[in-house]
Structures are given as structure tokens and as C-alpha cells.
């Protein structure tokens, strides 16, 4: 599997694992607190777009999975 399909899920299994954690009606809630990784998440992804630095892609890359194209397009 190519990083950025690695990229995009782990990014969408982190978000829907802090919702879960973090949403008051969530049968698993914990803290409100957990949204914060949702927001880091998104903010991560955001600012990738502009300067093609996404932390992920870096250990990912010495873990030696193969880029199929743009980095960190998600």
C-alpha cells in the first residue's frame, strides 16, 4: 500500500477514535479532551497540503513503505 493510502487511514482511524473518546454521547466517551487530537489531526493535515511536511510520511518512509505520488495528500 502506497504512504499516502497509509497517511489517510491512519489520519481517519485517529479522528474517529478521539470523536468516540471525546463526544459526550459516545457509548466509550472519556474526556472532551480527546478532540484536541481531532483538531491536531486536521490542522496537520491542512497545513501539509501547503508545505508538503507531514511527520508521518517521514517515519513511514524509514519503515520503508513507497510513495505512489504526491506526499502526504489527504
Known sequence: MPIENVIRAFAGVVVMLSLAL???ASPVFHSPHWLW????????LFQ???????????V???????????ACSA
Open 60 to 70: 513511514l518512509r524509514r519503515l520503508g513503505l513507497k510513495s505512489g505520488g504526491a
Open 37 to 44: 487530537l481531532t483538531a491536531f489531526v486536521g490542522f496537520n
Open 48 to 58: 501539509s497540503a501547503f508545505t508538503r511536511l507531514c511527520p508521518l510520511e517521514s
Open 22 to 24: 471525546g463526544a459526550a
